[in-house]
């Protein structure tokens, strides 16, 4: 899980937990500060604010006015980009022994879902998946929970599809790479 991806998290999750959040609340909050701290090029509380920009010009967070102090709150856009780093923050549930299968996870989802389509191939990465051919991802793991979560997350009913198989061809190959 990158950094980034965690820094928008937190941002998304204290917009939300707030309901409506002001700069102030965001730029002054401990645990912000700290995960944005480190950086030579900006103060902590600048960059805070340029990603909350961010996700306001991507629409994960609507901007608007109170008492003349710009205020934030989540939108549906950005509660589902928070549900989806949920999820991939769940992970697998990795059994002390394997039960000798082979799950595969396919997926059609359409040009014009192409942001879904990256995001699922990013879970999927770092969750440890591997590449089996194309459109195709392996793992020896039961991935059923999280297959069910991202169906549900990135609203992928039929085209998300999980398989389950036996054997697969080069076994030995992944059985090295996976220490089984």
Do not use: C
């Not at 980009?81 to 039960?99: C, F």
């Amino acid at each position: 899980m990158s950094r980034n991806s965690n820094k928008t998290a937190e941002i998304l999750r204290l917009i939300q937990t707030k309901k409506v959040a002001t700069l102030g609340d965001l730029s002054s909050n401990k645990a912000l500060k700290e995960l944005y701290a480190g950086s030579k090029r900006a103060t902590p509380r600048r960059r805070i604010i340029d990603t909350v920009s961010l996700l306001a010009r991507q629409g994960y967070v609507s901007v608007g006015l109170l008492d003349n102090e710009k205020v934030f709150k989540i939108t549906e856009k950005g509660k589902d980009r928070l549900k989806a780093h949920q999820v991939s923050e769940e992970g697998l549930n990795i059994p002390e022994r394997w039960d000798g299968r082979w799950y595969l996870i396919t997926f059609d989802i359409p040009e014009t879902k192409k942001v879904v389509r990256n995001q699922l191939i990013l879970t999927l990465k770092r969750h440890g998946f591997v590449n089996y051919a194309k459109g195709l991802w392996l793992i020896p793991y039961n991935p059923s929970r999280m297959v069910t979560s991202l169906r549900k997350q990135l609203k992928l009913k039929t085209e998300l599809k999980l398989i389950i198989a036996q054997s697969i061809d080069y076994e030995a190959k992944y059985r090295k790479h996976w220490d089984i």
